[in-house]
């Protein structure tokens, strides 16, 4: 983002000229700074994960549309909103966000509602992710959902992992080896799974032992981020031995390396889903339609998939994907994983400023 100078309160007269020039160009420049999609009809900016959009597609989608699709990228949810707070809402055309922030974002006024006839090919998303989160069904169009769980290094674990106290709880062999996401929600709401709590818990007396059982991990961890998914993962090379993960991301990270494991734990784990949404200072949401319309059409939602290693919202998409892609439980998890696992649900004030005091604690 453009950044205005700093100057002395003591200026000359010709310093003084220079200032109103340099402030001046600040304010008429600002607008195409806050929102790089202005310098642009033909361009879509895309607040997004990295490695979760095939690349492919989005050439595809220049050719036949004429419109450039351009990535800026977050590490986890909270950075997402970061971002947002920091830009209030402006510098993105789309935003892919997780169902629990989409009421979040609209309260804030972030969010452009999105008319259906706008998109025709909403008529093949389940409508149970459609209506999942609130606020959804206004102003949010399903991406994938999936779950969260644990990669593990099979090579140099030998020891079974089957559960959330495998990761809190670790062997003295995974000091400093451990990655976890640096999400409140997701850390939090972990531990609580693993004390046998619901991960949605508002009971202070639950989230202080949650807090425990997180101090107690924190020498194991070598970093509260989100692990690379790239050939140079510290999961690849092994310096990371386990890391809470994303099921599709752990399979991408199987690419580099096969030993790497993927775990739903017995206790049950998160489940959410994606969505895209329009922002409301968004100039192009004609354009957005338009990209909105097109992934969501079954056979490029197939290949989106396939890319990603994500279960798809879309219905019509599962007759383009190959047979051992839809029987993978690690993509599609069975049905007793599904029961035991968590949508993130809105908390009461008190207990999100709880939540965020735990949260700041362990990572400092």
């Not at 310093?15 to 160009?25: D, E, K, R, T, W």
């Not at 036949?64 to 590490?75: L, M, N, P, Q």
């Not at 206004?138 to 290094?153: D, E, M, S």
């Not at 790239?230 to 399979?251: E, H, P, R, W």
Request: some cysteine; hydrophobic content about 40%; glycine content about 4%.
């Amino acid at each position: 983002m453009f950044k205005a100078p700093r100057y002395s309160l003591f200026l000359s007269y010709h310093g003084f000229a220079i200032f109103l020039l340099v402030s001046c160009l600040y304010s008429a420049l600002m607008p195409f700074y806050l929102n790089p999609a202005h310098a642009s009809e033909k361009q879509l900016v895309l607040l997004n994960w990295s490695e979760y959009f095939d690349q492919e597609v989005l050439v595809d989608f220049e050719k036949e549309h004429g419109i450039k699709v351009t990535e800026a990228y977050y590490e986890t949810d909270e950075l997402r909103t970061e971002m947002l707070i920091n830009s209030d809402g402006k510098g993105y055309d789309l935003i892919l966000c997780n169902g629990v922030n989409v009421a979040l974002y609209a309260q804030k006024k972030w969010l452009a509602p999105i008319p259906e006839k706008k998109i025709p090919n909403l008529q093949y998303v389940d409508q149970r992710w459609r209506e999942g989160f609130p606020e959804t069904k206004t102003y949010g169009v399903p991406f994938f959902w999936g779950t969260l769980g644990i990669a593990y290094r099979s090579d140099l674990i030998t020891k079974p992992v089957t559960g959330w106290h495998d990761l809190f709880v670790p062997d003295d062999m995974l000091r400093g080896k451990i990655v976890m996401i640096k999400d409140s929600r997701d850390l939090i709401g972990m531990a609580l799974k693993a004390k046998g709590y619901s991960a949605n818990s508002t009971n202070p007396e639950e989230l202080d032992q949650a807090k425990e059982l997180l101090l107690y991990q924190k020498p194991f961890v070598r970093a509260y981020s989100y692990v690379s998914l790239s050939k140079q993962s510290s999961m690849v090379t092994g310096q990371t031995m386990m890391a809470m993960i994303y099921n599709g991301d752990a399979l991408m990270l199987q690419e580099h390396e096969p030993a790497i494991k993927f775990v739903q734990p017995k206790e049950g784990g998160s489940l959410w889903c994606d969505y895209f949404l329009i922002a409301s200072s968004s100039l192009h949401k004609e354009a957005a339609y338009t990209f909105l319309n097109y992934i969501h059409r079954p056979e490029i939602m197939a290949r989106l998939a396939q890319y990603a290693y994500y279960a798809s919202t879309n219905t019509k998409a599962a007759e383009y994907l190959p047979t051992d892609f839809l029987t993978n439980p690690t993509i599609y998890p069975p049905k007793e994983v599904l029961e035991k696992s968590e949508i993130f649900q809105q908390l009461p004030p008190r207990t999100v400023k709880k939540i965020n005091s735990i949260f700041n604690l362990i990572i400092q």
